[in-house]
């Protein structure tokens, strides 16, 4: 699976936009954008996926750059409830092993 | 509601004294999975699998066992535990390439 980068923190206050960055440069043509989000120590929670289309759902929206080398995951409205470490993993399906590194840590505030 | 349930969620216990993590899904899926996580290590697979009868290991398969009998079952099975598996463990689900839903989360303290 090709391998991400991410911010290590970002900040946002109260209501804005999050906008959390992702670079997956060597991503295959299979591979699909995922994003997970962990708050605390509890278990992982799947947030949106995307495999060259931009996405859309009740928690957030994923850009993908056209040449799909990067993506973007936005929270519309930030809420305290969004603080948490946000993964961007590459993967070709469900059934494939979870590379998650170090993730963004991120911090909403009042 | 779907869900992955994961038992005990918190065990302390000692060096040799076997002991299983079950995980039971009610999706349906074909393929489970467990991981660890550690600080600064992040998840790594311990095991995984396909579907019922078929497992094979992931990143970090030493020291654990697995089973999977049933299609909603997958047990982690530690037989002789020990300190260095001092560990928060997840098991997961999934099918095709929908996204892989995760329990709360084992916290297993072994002295």
């Known amino acids: 699976d090709a391998k991400t980068t991410q911010p290590t923190s970002m900040d946002c206050a109260e209501g804005r936009a999050a906008n959390l960055p992702c670079n997956h440069s060597t991503i295959s043509g299979n591979e699909y954008v995922y994003w997970y989000r962990q708050i605390h120590s509890q278990g992982p929670q ?65 | 509601e779907a869900q992955v349930t994961q038992n005990p969620r918190y065990l302390i216990t000692v ?34 699998s396909m579907n019922v009868e078929v497992t094979d290991k992931g990143d970090v398969p030493e020291g654990y066992k697995v089973s999977r009998k049933e299609k909603r079952n997958f047990p982690l099975i530690l037989e002789s535990p020990s300190p260095n598996q001092t560990s928060l463990y997840f098991c997961a689900s999934s099918t095709g390439n929908q996204p892989q839903h995760f329990g709360d989360g084992t916290r297993l303290s072994i002295l």
């Open chain 1, 46 to 110: 799947y947030i949106i996926h995307g495999l060259k289309n931009n996405e859309t759902n009740e928690m957030a929206s994923l850009i993908i750059t056209e040449d799909r080398k990067s993506s973007t995951l936005i929270l519309p409205h930030a809420t305290l409830r969004d603080t948490a470490v946000y993964y961007c993993i590459v993967s070709v399906s469900g059934y494939s092993t979870l590379t998650f590194g170090k993730g963004t840590m991120l911090l909403v505030s009042p």
């Open chain 2, 15 to 48: 060096t040799g004294k076997k002991l299983t993590v079950t995980c039971s899904q009610n999706m349906n899926h074909e393929y489970m999975s467990w991981y660890r996580q550690d600080p600064g290590l992040g998840l790594r697979q311990i095991y995984y």
